[in-house]
T-cell receptor
């Protein structure tokens, strides 16, 4: 079966611009989570969506937002980009959400965002 | 959120078993123990998870201490493709805790 698909793979943006990243989960998975990975901070949780509702949010400023569509595809948006937003953004899908601690996540290969 | 402690790095020889330790002394009764690994230039990959009993799958085995304050991921025969960062993560039940909190993990080097 197809894995988690993230587009684009690479992106270069200028400070102050905004960016939208896309994630298509595994077919049938209704939970989509987003993570940011940087050399300094490692992997950090951004937010989770389940059935189009944000279920959980990490400690990131309001410039970071997301949404989930009825087909479970998800997008995340970063507005007013800063140099420090340069990172690998990873999307992960799972079958369950709340109460799904026994469920594993499947990650995509990520979108590498560079802000110049 | 409960934390885990892992060695920063470990080395193994190819075709030998590898035991990757993880301490989680503040684990709660409903926390599952998950292991993920991240190969270079890829997203994390699910390896195995467990609650109380030891678990086996095609990738690895997970040995959980009786008091659940520690666990060990066992790769039975390391290959060069197992070189990765291995993360031990506690995952709680319920919406607010339904996220993965990654530590720094253990960088496993496999020598031919």
């Amino acid at each position: 079966k197809a894995g988690v698909t993230q587009t684009p793979r690479y992106l270069i943006k200028t400070r102050g611009q905004q960016v939208t990243l896309s994630c298509s989960p595994i077919s049938g998975h209704r939970s989509v989570s987003w993570y940011q990975q940087t050399p300094g901070q490692g992997l950090q949780f951004l937010f989770e969506y389940f059935s189009e509702t944000q279920r959980n949010k990490g400690n990131f400023p309001g410039r970071f937002s997301g949404r989930q569509f009825s087909n479970s595809r998800s997008e995340m948006n970063v507005s007013t980009l800063e140099l420090g937003d340069s990172a690998l953004y990873l999307c992960a899908s799972s079958l369950l959400s709340a109460g799904g601690a026994s469920d594993g996540y499947t990650f995509g290969s990520g979108t590498r965002l560079t802000v110049v | 959120d409960a934390k885990t402690t892992q060695p920063n790095s470990m080395e193994s020889n190819e075709e030998e078993p590898v035991h990757l330790p993880c301490n989680h002394s503040t684990i709660s009764g409903t926390d599952y123990i998950h292991w993920y690994r991240q190969l270079p230039s890829q997203g994390p990959e699910y390896v195995i998870h467990g609650l109380t009993s030891n678990v086996n799958n095609r990738m690895a085995s997970l040995a959980i201490a009786e008091d659940r304050k520690s666990s060990t991921l066992i790769l039975h025969r390391a290959t060069l493709r197992d070189a990765a960062v291995y993360y031990c993560i506690l995952r709680g039940n319920g919406g607010a805790t339904n996220k993965l909190i990654f530590g720094t993990g253990t960088l496993l080097a496999v020598q031919p």
